[in-house]
């Protein structure tokens, strides 16, 4: 990482471990919720501009996303090795909890007085989740401003994947294959454009 813009790397792979373990552990309803303030803001490994880069990238890509965007930030600072140790960090611990909270709501099924309890803590959980979500995605908008498609473009392309989404039900393959597709079109030009622009 350039010095220059005052980012960071981990010093190890242990580091790296213990970062996306801790990540990991604390992302109720899912990691993207605070994975760009534990890297960007607090750890400083990636800028927000690199980080929405590589989520976008390890969202298009099969798998769930934030394996494969750990996967890539632990290659762009080790290699393989890092990949996998981060990918080993991101699910070693959670897939313990799972497995111990599994047990716990089997044994559990067998009083009845407990399930109003236990239900009635994961639906507070799921309201701070989407608390969290709502203000990552207000964060993640703040560098498409620096996007060649302009702010206004992105937060109408945004926008326009939302309703394709959310209000005609249109699936997520599609929606990517043809507004992402179309996107990408419309950056590439640009981008040429600009580069031809720059030669004598």
């Known amino acids: 990482?350039?010095?220059?813009?005052?980012?960071?790397?981990?010093?190890?792979?242990?580091?790296?471990?213990i970062a996306f373990t801790a990540l990991a552990l604390q992302g109720f309803g899912g990691v993207i919720a605070v994975a760009q303030r534990e890297l960007c803001e607090r750890r400083r490994w990636l800028s927000p501009k690199d980080f929405v880069e590589l989520l976008a990238s390890a969202q298009v890509l099969p798998g769930p996303n934030v394996c494969n965007l750990s996967l890539m930030i632990g290659d762009?600072?080790?290699?393989?090795?890092?990949?996998?140790?981060?990918?080993a960090g991101m699910i070693a611990a959670p897939m313990a909890l799972m497995l111990l909270l599994a047990w716990?709501?089997?044994?559990?099924?067998?009083?009845?007085?407990?399930?109003g309890p236990i239900r009635g803590a994961l639906g507070g959980v799921a309201a701070v989740a989407a608390g969290q979500i709502i203000g990552t995605v207000l964060k993640l908008a703040a560098p498409l401003r620096e996007h060649e498609l302009g702010g206004s473009t992105s937060l109408a392309i945004a926008a326009l994947?939302?309703?394709?989404?959310?209000?005609?039900?249109?699936?997520?393959?599609?929606?990517?294959l043809g507004l992402?597709?179309?996107?990408?079109?419309?950056?590439?030009?640009?981008?040429?454009?600009?580069?031809?622009?720059?030669?004598?």
Request: charged share 20%; glycine share 12%.
């Open 104 to 115: 716990l709501l089997g044994e559990a099924s067998a009083w009845p007085e407990a399930q």
């Open 76 to 87: 762009r600072f080790f290699g393989w090795r890092g990949a996998l140790t981060a990918l």
């Open 161 to 176: 994947a939302f309703c394709l989404m959310g209000l005609l039900r249109w699936p997520l393959l599609w929606v990517l």
């Open 180 to 200: 992402g597709g179309l996107t990408c079109i419309g950056t590439g030009f640009i981008l040429q454009r600009r580069d031809a622009a720059r030669q004598p």
């Open 1 to 17: 990482m350039p010095e220059a813009d005052g980012l960071s790397r981990p010093a190890s792979l242990r580091e790296l471990f």
